[in-house]
């Protein structure tokens, strides 16, 4: 077990890439940065009634996992 204080560790690296940064790298623009990341806020907090849609979803799954339906 690692009992040192974390401010005596020094091998830690130091340079963090923000979820931001991640995504320019990745060739999205500075709109569609914006975009996921306010799509992501608003689901993660229930901006909208996604219960019935899983439900499909869900059941969609079940129905393909025993073959009674192929894609």
């Known amino acids: 077990m690692n ?3 974390l401010e005596m560790i020094t091998d830690v ?3 963090t890439v923000t979820e931001t940064e ?4 990745s060739g999205f623009t500075q709109d ?3 975009s996921l990341l306010w799509l992501r ?9 996604r ?3 899983v ?3 869900e059941f969609l799954k079940q129905l393909l996992a025993d073959g009674k339906i192929d894609l």
């Open 3 to 5: 009992t040192q204080p």
């Open 13 to 15: 690296e130091t340079s």
């Open 22 to 25: 991640m995504l320019a790298q």
């Open 32 to 34: 569609e940065i914006v």
């Open 41 to 49: 806020q608003w689901y993660q907090h229930g901006g909208s009634d």
């Open 51 to 53: 219960v019935p849609i």
């Open 55 to 57: 439900r499909h979803l």
